[in-house]
């Protein structure tokens, strides 16, 4: 669990950063699932965009794919979803 101040530090490490994803109509699938492991292992920290054509409310897609990823959601605003999980082997970001 982040707290405050460690939110805060990854919103401003991240402000720089482009979507690498996109969830569309066809939703979270268990390839992509897999897709943005790997990108938070090799980054730690990404964001996903949310299409407009998505079914499911922005909160409810934010908090799938963090459980399903096992990362913490750093932030959400309007459609873009910031997530944060610790890399095993290549640990790259200090928190505070």
Same mark, same amino acid.
């Given at each position: 669990m982040l707290t405050g101040k460690?939110?805060?530090?990854?919103?401003k490490e991240?402000?720089?950063?482009?979507p690498i994803f996109q969830v569309g109509k066809g939703g979270i699938?268990?390839?992509? /699932?897999?897709?943005?492991?790997? %990108?938070?292992?090799?980054? #730690? +920290?990404i964001k996903v965009?949310?299409?407009?054509n998505v079914e499911e409310s922005h909160q409810? /897609?934010?908090?799938?794919?963090? %459980?399903?990823?096992?990362? #913490? +959601?750093?932030?959400l605003i309007g459609r873009?979803?910031?997530l944060y999980k610790e890399s095993k082997n290549k640990k790259e970001i200090e928190l505070p």
């Open positions: 460690q939110k805060r530090y990854l919103r991240a402000h720089h950063l482009q699938t268990p390839n992509m /699932v897999k897709q943005i492991q790997a %990108a938070l292992e090799a980054r #730690e +920290l965009s949310i299409l407009q409810e /897609v934010a908090e799938t794919l963090s %459980a399903r990823t096992g990362a #913490e +959601l750093v932030q873009t979803i910031i």
